[in-house]
């Protein structure tokens, strides 16, 4: 660092970077709206740093507390779901865990669907175990089980649509008035829907009265982002003393998202639609494909006829997200099943979905539903962007390791 020259009495050229004068011409247009990184926000002056107020979107005062492009985001997603506010979180897990930290105490119950999302459940059985806080979970195929699931001590009902892996679509209408109508604050996971198979806020499909969750999260990791090169999640409600209980924990706990990821999710938004779309009608065309194998039992999609829910589905949506599972026939070994696997080419081993590569993952019926008598391998698919028929082929080739 160099030190002011006495001759000139200029600042140090350090000094001059870092405080420099010049200030770009206002009203540049583009396209994408301009990236803002911050953790430290300045202030013109000390009553504008006392007068500010964080929870408010009217001001900046720390980068954990929004910028323009976290707020930008924020409001864009709140579009897509058909909210009024919303939080950006790290990753789609942790979109769970706020909730949960944000609405449970100990002496509460959470009751959450046997299908859910694994480490959603993980949370359950270990964190809120250990702070005093119970949990139970329901059959989501069955609305009046529910009901009596609830009790005096049930101050959450999670809902998933479709569930994780098995694929199952509830009756997600029936699920929602009958916690209303116990009181019971409703969360759905949104990441399948994506807030483009169907309105969270409003399942009643724009029939009057409305009827919707109270908050809805989703994994931006999956479709918002769909480039499977990030971890972000959201939550979002239409109500503010709701979102207040939620952007105090969020603040408290310290949540917070780069810019830098963002802006990648800003980038993909425009597309979204698009990629649901396209993903969607190759899910499916592949489905129909397994549907005529003699190799698998059960081909569990949504959209299909004779999956578990579909006349459900039917109701609320006309679209899917990319994603399905078949079962193995029993006669196929857990290692023949690994070894088709291992012969893919396109489709690439790996957890997540709704990137541009299609990809396959595994799991054992028996470990993941212990108790609900169901046997086999089971393969769920995550379908990319490749061409259909190039997929198509690679599963026909792969199918020869299968033995
Ligand atoms: C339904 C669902 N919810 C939440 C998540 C968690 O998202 P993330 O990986 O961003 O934590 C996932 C991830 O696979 C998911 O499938």
């Known amino acids: 660092m160099s030190e002011q020259d006495p001759k000139t009495d200029r600042p140090a050229l350090s000094t001059s970077l870092i405080h420099h004068a010049y200030q770009p011409p206002a009203g540049f247009g583009s396209v994408q709206p301009a990236v803002h990184k911050a953790s430290t926000v300045i202030f013109e002056n000390v009553a504008a740093l006392r007068a500010r107020d964080w929870k408010q979107k009217a001001g900046y005062t720390y980068g954990l507390h929004g910028t323009p492009t976290s707020f930008t985001l924020e409001e864009r997603i709140a579009t897509l779901e058909g909210g009024l506010q919303t939080l950006l979180v790290p990753s789609g897990l942790s979109a769970i865990t706020l909730v949960d930290m944000a609405l449970l105490s100990a002496g509460d119950e959470v009751l959450l669907p ?202 609320l949506c006309s679209q899917a997200a990319g994603l399905f599972s078949v079962v193995f026939d029993e006669r196929f070994a857990p290692a023949h099943v690994d070894a088709f696997i291992d012969a893919l080419r396109l489709f690439r081993l790996g957890y997540s979905w709704a990137g541009p590569v299609s990809l396959v993952v595994p799991y054992d019926l028996s470990v993941m539903r212990p108790g609900a008598g169901r046997r086999g391998t089971l393969v769920r698919f995550s379908v990319g962007l490749e061409g259909v028929d190039d997929l198509i082929e690679d599963l026909r080739q792969a199918l020869a390791a299968l033995g």
């Not at 699931?149 to 509830?170: C, D, H, Y």
């Not at 009265?209 to 990791?221: K, M, R, Y």
């Not at 494909?289 to 059960?298: A, D, F, I, L």
Request: hydrophobic letters at 45%.
């Open 114 to 315: 046997e299908n859910a999302y694994g480490p959603g459940k993980e949370l359950a059985r270990n964190e809120l175990t250990r702070w005093g806080i119970g949990h139970r979970f329901y059959d989501p195929a069955d609305a009046s089980g529910l009901a009596s699931a609830i009790g005096p001590k049930t101050n959450l009902v999670w809902l998933e649509a479709a569930g994780s892996v098995t694929m199952e679509f509830p009756d997600l209408p029936a699920l929602v008035a009958v916690a209303r109508e116990k009181g019971v604050t409703t969360v759905l996971d949104n990441t399948w829907g994506a807030g483009i198979a169907f309105d969270p806020f409003d399942l009643s499909c724009g029939v009057s009265p409305a009827l919707g969750v109270d908050i809805s999260v989703q994994a931006l990791t999956k479709y918002a982002s769909g480039g499977a090169d990030l971890l972000m999640g959201s939550v979002t409600t239409r109500d503010a003393a709701l979102h207040l209980r939620l952007k105090l924990t969020h603040m408290r706990m310290g949540l917070g998202v780069g810019a830098n990821d963002i802006e990648a999710v800003l980038r993909s938004l425009p597309s979204l639609e698009i990629r649901y779309a396209a993903q969607d009608r190759s899910a499916r065309a592949l489905a129909s494909w397994w549907q005529g194998r003699p190799e698998v039992t059960q081909v569990l999609h949504p959209a299909l006829e004779g999956s578990p829910g579909h006349e459900h589905w039917r109701a």
